[in-house]
Structures are given as structure tokens and as C-alpha cells.
């Protein structure tokens, strides 16, 4: 006769054989840019495992985005979405993280250049843009513009009116300024018009994430959900740069 003791312990043993036995769900990436003769066969958008194979063409360059990093493919041949990523997850916190405006003061952001000045956060809006922009405070607005020279002033404005609300001035050397919420107010699914000192325009729609998506993979689908491609474009953008420098 077993004890109770030894019969408790094969129970657990035979448990944890079990589990092992299990197959180990495939962590699953979010294609984030795709360029090339493939772009049709791999869209923006589509899900791939880790276990899976994408075959490629000359020309083609597919970013992926996972939870652990990203992988940029460049064809030709057949490549493992699972190989280890050229970029690691923890490298673009600064890019991606949950309300990095309301705790960036304004003004001249680090690392930017004047020859080719890139938005140094998703949450950042490119006054030069037009788009669905996703936030997750839509009371701490933060306008971007390229550049950094001379004194700027936009107008801000709703499309059905003639008059502007409130106007922003971005000062020498200012790259970021705030919106003030008690002169724009701004909804969840409201529109409003940006004017640039020489006349242009951009029409910026505000959505705002009622959820928080911690993993970067989680988050570029809820972008490409609610139709802020601008950000997705952003975030594509800066992950095939790092890993372009860190010779991907």
C-alpha cells in the first residue's frame, strides 16, 4: 500500500507530465510594414507565428512586430519569423510608452536633428500630418512639428468653422508645445484642422484607447484596429531604422 504522502507526490508528478505534454501555444507577431512584390501576400496587418516561414522576393522588406522585438525580412529566400530579433522590445519604450506626453515637458526633444527629424514619440502629433491619431489622454494633447528653426505659430480650428479656437507657437529651437484643453476641448472621434504658417493644412481625427496595451505586437494592432496609420507608420519607421543601425 502506497502512503498518502507518496501517493500525493506521483499525483503532482503525473500532473506536471501532462502539462509537458501539452503543446506550447506559438507566440504570434503583427506584420507593421510591408514593401515590395510580396506586400499583397504579406499586408499590413496579417498575424504570423513564430514557428512559420515567409518567402520573400528581391525587393521585398516585411517588418514584423512581436512581443519580444521585431524582425525587418528582406527577400529573397525563406525566412523563420521566430529568429531572434534585430531589435529588442525594451529598445523603443521611449517611442511607445503609455503617457509619455503628459510627463515629456514642451519644448526641444533630445536626439533630434534638423536634417532628417523623426517623432520621437507615438504620442506626439505631427502638426504637418493629416490621420486618425490614437491617445490615451485626450486632455494633454502635445503637437510635434519637424524641424526646429525659427518661431511658428498654428492655428488650430474645427472644419465646420471659420474661425480658429486657440493658436500654438512653437518658439526657436521648440520642437514640442501643448494644446491647452481649456481652448480645445477634444472628444473621442472629433476632427479638427491644423493650419501652417504658409497655408497648409492637416485634418487630424483624435480616437482614444480606452485600453492600455502593454506589449508592443498588442498595441500595433490596436493602431491598425482604429485606423491610426500615421502612428503605425512612425513606429514602422523607427524600428527598420535600429535595426538597419545595429546591422540588420
Partial sequence: MFSDRLKTKLSALALAGAALALPVAAMAGVVVKSTGPSSTKYP???????????????????????????RVIKGAGTFRVGDRPQVAADRFASLTRKRAATRVRTGAVRGETDENPTNPSLWYVDVTRSGTICLYDLATVRLWRPGTEGTSTYLIGKPTAALPLAEVTFDDTVTVAALDPSRVSVGDGESFVISAPDGSTSVVKFVLLAEDYEAPDALAEALIAKGCTVQLETMAASLEASAEASGG
Avoid at 44 to 70: C, F, R, Y
Fill in 44 to 70: 499590413v496587418g496579417t498575424k504570423v507565428d513564430d514557428a512559420a516561414t515567409i518567402t520573400l522576393k528581391a525587393g521585398d522588406v516585411v517588418t514584423v512586430l512581436t512581443a519580444n522585438g521585431t
